[in-house]
């Protein structure tokens, strides 16, 4: 008898663990490459304060090629795309490319980041209600960086969990500007 309860007991846990595996986006999932999407998400319905407290609407960007990345100035791999992430808004602004980084983070946080690391894109804030709604976009794990490219009908054309390299995001940027 006691024998059956230790077989039931391990199999709960077998599941328990498939399930939280599941969950945190670990089965089947891998954070090193761009992955391919599909669906139009309501993100243009979005609206977050900027670092001045006005609201900024994301309807102001429709019909671009738009770039969300949500970030934070505590996260090393954030800060170090960044830099990547401003040139190509500076060399792509023309051909209707916009980046928005949504920061889990105050204001005055993300000002003084700023202070040694300009940034030629909108920055708005946001919270752990705005880092949850991220799953929808498929960041099931919840972490830093994750970016979601838009394509210009506002449908998700890629995502991607951890650092994204500028040659690799400019690729995909070349293949959504010709479309």
Same mark, same amino acid.
């Given at each position: 008898?006691?024998?059956?309860?230790?077989?039931?007991?391990?199999?709960?846990?077998?599941?328990?663990?498939?399930?939280?595996? *599941?969950?945190?986006? $670990?089965?089947?999932?891998?954070? %090193?490459?761009?992955?391919?999407?599909? #669906?139009?998400?309501?993100?243009? %319905?979005? &609206?977050?304060?900027?670092?001045?407290?006005?609201?900024?609407?994301?309807?102001?960007?429709?019909?671009?090629?738009?770039? $969300?990345?949500?970030?934070?100035?505590?996260?090393?791999?954030?800060?170090?795309?960044? #830099?990547? /992430?401003?040139?190509?808004? @500076?060399?792509?602004? @023309?051909?209707? $490319?916009?980046? $928005?980084?949504?920061?889990?983070?105050?204001? @005055?946080?993300? &000002?003084? /980041?700023?202070?040694?690391?300009?940034?030629? *894109?909108?920055?708005?804030?946001?919270?752990?209600?705005?880092? %949850?709604?991220?799953?929808?976009?498929?960041?099931?794990?919840?972490?830093?960086? /994750?970016?979601?490219? /838009?394509?210009? %009908?506002?449908?998700?054309?890629?995502?991607?969990?951890?650092?994204?390299?500028? #040659?690799?995001?400019?690729?995909?940027?070349?293949?959504?500007?010709?479309?």
């Amino acid at each position: 008898m006691k024998r059956s309860h230790l077989w039931l007991a391990l199999g709960g846990l077998a599941l328990l663990a498939a399930l939280a595996g *599941y969950r945190l986006g $670990v089965v089947g999932k891998s954070a %090193e490459t761009m992955t391919a999407t599909a #669906p139009a998400l309501p993100i243009f %319905e979005l &609206v977050l304060a900027d670092l001045k407290g006005q609201p900024q609407g994301f309807g102001q960007w429709r019909g671009k090629v738009l770039i $969300v990345n949500y970030w934070a100035t505590w996260c090393l791999p954030c800060r170090e795309e960044m #830099p990547g /992430f401003s040139r190509l808004q @500076d060399k792509y602004r @023309d051909k209707g $490319v916009q980046f $928005v980084g949504i920061s889990i983070d105050t204001a @005055d946080k993300i &000002v003084e /980041f700023q202070k040694t690391t300009p940034v030629s *894109y909108p920055l708005l804030i946001g919270d752990m209600a705005v880092m %949850e709604n991220s799953a929808k976009l498929g960041n099931s794990r919840q972490a830093l960086p /994750f970016t979601a490219v /838009f394509d210009r %009908e506002g449908r998700l054309a890629a995502t991607k969990l951890g650092r994204l390299s500028e #040659p690799e995001l400019e690729r995909q940027l070349a293949e959504l500007i010709s479309r």
